[in-house]
């Protein structure tokens, strides 16, 4: 028997643009994830732990690769090539001897207007079912995107099935212009295609151990889950999001700085509790689908030698401190994002974490943990010691940073840098003066600009000193050294 054949499958599941603050079994009482709590309760999960970039392309070549976005040069999204030399995890564990594939999103090029550039090797995956975004051919032709054509073949028309809720009563009454609506029915909505075509995969005959990416696009907006899916959602009782009225002034300083988009009033002026339903909805969706995965893996007696890795690419600011989406702003709902890791009789189970992790840390303990060697080029820290229970489940990086370079097609070209330690969370905006320094020790939900306080000046510049380093210490190296001059 090959080596690879006493390694793990893994299901690694991607979700998009789903924050932290999203998961019944760590708190959140207006949200049902029976399924993702299950998993919890199967492995650990990671309460602290932040996307490299609060933005897709970006964000997911980093935790690809183990390494920064700043490092490896893919900062933006809209990019015409993916560079050859980070080393894709993908690639590693395919030439280890895994069967590999991916369905749903990619994102590592620019995808709009075009599918994605893939290489012949498509990055690894001999099995890539492509499906940037559900909505069809107004962003790339029917025939290559793969969940537009499974719809095809069903006799499902987009447009129609798309609009079919809306033009209910009860679906008209959901529709909140240009923050929510419903959206197609869950037996032809993308995340369930994603979740059946996944099961398809994990259950082929086959010799030796797999991989499986899980990419689907929700909870990403347009905030439009199923008409089912949104009538069980107790809208009232919803949060609204964290915002004080004074933030709209405050917000005037970060003029010139990247964001999608902002709220023109106060986010209590409109149906934000709506919103927030529908952005729980999707991620109910999403459980769903999980549960179906994680059930077909028991059911075909690969649940104990699967490994499975939950998370999302960057988080959503829904609403708090009057933003809606993603940019150059780094607040918890941006950048702080669902981890979860599960081996059944191998790592810990049940157990909660609240070290500080990034991730891309996920590399390293993949490799490590399929006793596979680790580059020296590789940035990030394998959790190993965490998921095996041979290390405090509290400790893990003294501080975790977040970056953004020029990251959308948008009118200013901002770059940002974010450091975040045990106490403190400084954002330089590189090229202005405005800055943020929250003690989220004693303001965890980040009201508090620290920033020109002049009590903080000697913290402010020793966290300033010690993101200096972080960043040149992260460059890229360049060329491989080959001889002493």
Not at 266 to 274: E, I, L
Not at 324 to 347: D, M, N, T
Request: proline share 7%; with cysteine; net charge negative.
């Amino acid at each position: 028997m090959s080596a690879a054949e006493h390694r793990p499958n893994i299901l690694w599941i991607c979700t998009d643009q789903q924050r932290y603050d999203t998961l019944g079994g760590l708190g959140n009482d207006h949200i049902r994830t029976p399924n993702l709590d299950r998993l919890m309760a199967e492995g650990v999960a990671f309460e602290r732990a932040y996307c490299q970039s609060p933005i897709c392309t970006p964000g997911r070549a980093s935790f690809l690769t183990g390494k920064y976005p700043s490092t490896i040069h893919v900062n933006r999204n809209g990019d015409a090539w993916f560079p050859e030399r980070p080393g894709l995890i993908t690639r590693t564990l395919r030439g280890a001897g895994y069967d590999t594939g991916l369905v749903g999103k990619l994102h590592l090029t620019a995808a709009h207007g075009r599918v994605e550039a893939f290489p012949e090797d498509r990055y690894g995956y001999r099995v890539l079912q492509w499906s940037h975004h559900p909505q069809p051919e107004a962003f790339w032709p029917t025939e290559q995107h793969d969940y537009q054509q499974w719809l095809a073949d069903q006799g499902v028309e987009w447009e129609s099935a798309y609009d079919a809720a809306l033009a209910t009563e009860p679906g008209r009454a959901w529709h909140v212009p240009g923050y929510c609506r419903p959206g197609i029915a869950a037996e032809y909505h993308q995340t369930t295609w994603c979740a059946d075509q996944a099961v398809d995969f994990m259950t082929e005959p086959r010799e030796g151990p797999w991989l499986m990416s899980v990419n689907p696009f929700d909870p990403h907006p347009p905030l439009d889950p199923p008409l089912a899916y949104l009538e069980r959602m107790d809208w009232a009782s919803m949060p609204l999001p964290l915002f004080r009225q004074e933030e709209l002034q405050i917000q005037q300083a970060f003029q010139g700085i990247d964001f999608q988009t902002e709220i023109p009033e106060s986010p209590h002026s409109y149906d934000a509790r709506r919103m927030v339903a529908a952005y729980y909805a999707q991620i109910e969706l999403l459980d769903d689908a999980v549960g179906r995965m994680l059930d077909a893996l028991v059911e075909s007696g690969q649940r104990d030698n699967t490994l499975v890795i939950f998370t999302s690419d960057h988080g959503e600011m829904l609403g708090d401190h009057g933003l809606l989406w993603k940019g150059a702003r780094f607040y918890e709902g941006a950048v702080r994002v669902p981890l979860i890791v599960s081996w059944p009789g191998h790592f810990m189970s049940g157990r909660r974490s609240r070290a500080l992790v990034e991730l891309i840390d996920i590399v390293p303990t993949l490799l490590e943990t399929l006793d596979l060697p680790i580059s020296p080029h590789v940035q990030g820290r394998s959790l190993g010691p965490i998921l095996r229970g041979t290390g405090d489940a509290d400790t893990h990086r003294a501080f975790v940073r977040c970056e953004y370079h020029d990251a959308l097609d948008r009118f200013y070209a901002s770059h940002a840098n974010m450091l975040r330690d045990e106490q403190y969370k400084l954002v330089v905006y590189h090229g202005h003066d405005v800055g943020e320094l929250y003690d989220l020790e004693a303001d965890p939900e980040e009201f508090e600009n620290l920033w020109d306080v002049p009590a903080m000046q000697g913290m402010k510049h020793h966290l300033i000193k010690q993101l200096f380093d972080a960043v040149m210490l992260s460059v890229d190296e360049g060329l491989e050294r080959v001889g002493r001059y």
